[in-house]
């Protein structure tokens, strides 16, 4: 596999808009006081990103016909969110999710 200075351009291009499209916001809005009601409505777009994404996880989308559930998925979604719920930690959720999925994929249930 070759390295071409194509490849090298994409990279940058690609981490500079990732770099920009993440800080800008955030120095932008530095500058700027939002209204109470532009806050309050802010604070709900985390628990929407997430209930969109445990949705798109936990459903296997067929065309024309009902979605079904990811059973490995939603096993390994139970002590996720069961660490959730007891810790408050983004970081336990992340590894007892991960930890569960290895044991799900490991023993091949679901």
Known sequence: MSFTLTDLWVILGCGAVTLLSRVFPFALLKKFQLPAGVIDFLTFIPIAIMTAL???????????????????????????????????????????GIMAMALIRYFQWG
Not at 57 to 68: D, I, K, Q, R
Not at 79 to 96: D, M, N, R
């Open 54 to 96: 445990c949705c798109q996880s936990l459903l296997v989308v067929h065309p024309g016909h009902w979605a079904t559930l990811n059973l490995a998925n939603c096993l390994a979604a139970i002590p996720a969110t069961l660490a959730g719920i007891l810790t408050k930690s983004l970081l336990a959720v992340v590894v007892v």
